[in-house]
Every structure is written in C-alpha cells, then in structure tokens.
C-alpha cells in the first residue's frame, strides 16, 4: 500500500468513524508494516 493510498484509507475511516484518534493510529501502522515490507524484501534480495 502506498502512503496516498493509506492517506485516503485514514479519510475514509475518519468520514466514518467518530473516534479519529484511531483512524491515524491505522495510518501510522499501515506506514510502518510498508516501510517494513520494504525493509524484508531489501534483505531477500541480499541474500546469495
């Protein structure tokens, strides 16, 4: 998931729900298990 589409995914939940506060938590996650995937695909391709 790209950062644009987590950012329309946080518009989308904050439109829908109340609580905001955990909309951008979802966010924050959402960018870190990308950044993460990245970091693990990074080390597959390293490996002999």
Known sequence: ???????????????DNSRWEMCIRLKKAREALTELELRVLRLIEALP
């Open 1 to 15: 998931m790209t950062v644009a589409e987590a950012d329309i995914e946080t518009i989308r939940c904050i439109m």
